[in-house]
Each structure stands twice: as structure tokens, then as C-alpha cells.
């Protein structure tokens, strides 16, 4: 029996990040998800108590898992410019599938008319930090290999993830610039023996 309630659990929070992504946070209501799920309401009230403990619960389970396994699979790359260009792709493909990244992900729901919980601001702002450290350790290893200038990993780290967001902000308003522009303006300016200013 524990492995239908799991199966029946894991079904509930597919049927909430769909109608999230199609519909906004706002704009999804437990019934909402009941009905596509082909349940009662009362029955996914069995398994979250509130629609923002179910919030919470994919936070904590999809969205970081997303973000957790490409990191990982990166680490595969064989320089830290290809490691950080692999990530620039996984912000663009994390904005596709969740028509945001992570920071405006969580300004969506967290500026809603809705009280959001403290769990839910840590939970975003805890992979936002994943994220921010895992590019901190690619900048440090590439100024060890000496592929990358000698800068201050954190600063850089902080500059890189909002360049990022930026660039996704302005693809996402319709005004994008290049892919190969925008790394080529990151990398120019980190690369060994580059011009510094």
C-alpha cells in the first residue's frame, strides 16, 4: 500500500507543477488540481495540507532536483569555461520549462497578493545559493588551472548569475542579444591573458 500513496503523492505534485507553469502560482487552486489529477480535493488535503506546503514540497523535490542533476552532469565538462557555459544553457533551458529563472521564479510567486511562508523564501533563496556556489567553485578551479584572470571568485560569481538573469530578462521581454555574444563578453573577460581593465 505505501507505494500507491507515494505513486498517488508524486502524481499530485506533477499535476501541480503542470498547472503552475501553464496557469501561475496564483491562478492554480487545489480543486485545479484535483480535477485534472482525476481526485477529490479532499484527497490531495490528504497529502499537503495547504497549496503552499505543496509549493514547498516541489521546490524542495523537482525544481532543486532539476538544478542538482545538471550541475552534476556538468562537472563531466573538461574546462571550467565549458562547465560555465554548460550552465548558461541550463539557466536557458530552467527558464523554458519554468518560464523564468530561479530569481524571477521566485519573485512570481513571492510578490503575489498571497502571504508566501518563510519555508518557501529559504527554500528559492537555498538553490539561488547552491547555484551561486557552485559557480564560485568553477571560477576558483579555473584560477587554479589558470584558465580563468585572478578575481575574486564570489564577486565574479555575483556578477555572472546576474548577467545571466539579465540576459533572460531581455530574451524574455523580446529584445535578446546573441548567445555566442554573451559569452564571448564573459569570457573575454575572464580568460588568462586577456586584457584587463
Known amino acids: 500500500m505505501p507505494d500507491k500513496k507515494a505513486a498517488r503523492r508524486e502524481s499530485i505534485l506533477d499535476t ?15 480543486i485545479d488540481i484535483a480535477d485534472r489529477a482525476g481526485i477529490g480535493k479532499g484527497t490531495v488535503y490528504e497529502y499537503f495540507e495547504s497549496k503552499q506546503k505543496l509549493l514547498l514540497d516541489l521546490i524542495n523535490t523537482r525544481v532543486r532536483q532539476d538544478y542538482t542533476s545538471v550541475c552534476e552532469a556538468m562537472e563531466k565538462a573538461p574546462t571550467c569555461r565549458q562547465k560555465l557555459t554548460d550552465y548558461f544553457r541550463l539557466e536557458i533551458e530552467a527558464t523554458a520549462k519554468y518560464k523564468s529563472n530561479m530569481a524571477d521564479f521566485g519573485n512570481e510567486f513571492m510578490n503575489d497578493k498571497t502571504e508566501i511562508s518563510m519555508e518557501i523564501v529559504q527554500a528559492v533563496h537555498s538553490i539561488m545559493e547552491m547555484q551561486f556556489e557552485y559557480l564560485q567553485n568553477v571560477i576558483r578551479c579555473g584560477i587554479q588551472t589558470g584558465e580563468f584572470n585572478d578575481v575574486e571568485p564570489r564577486a565574479a560569481a555575483a556578477c555572472l548569475m546576474g548577467s545571466i538573469s539579465f540576459f533572460l530578462h531581455m530574451a524574455a521581454i523580446g529584445t535578446p542579444c546573441s548567445e555566442d555574444s554573451f559569452l564571448d563578453c564573459i569570457f573575454n573577460g575572464l580568460l588568462a591573458g586577456t586584457r584587463r581593465l
Not at 503542470?18 to 496564483?26: A, D, K, P, V
Open 16 to 30: 501541480a507543477l503542470e498547472l503552475i507553469l501553464e496557469n501561475g502560482y496564483s491562478n492554480t487552486r487545489i
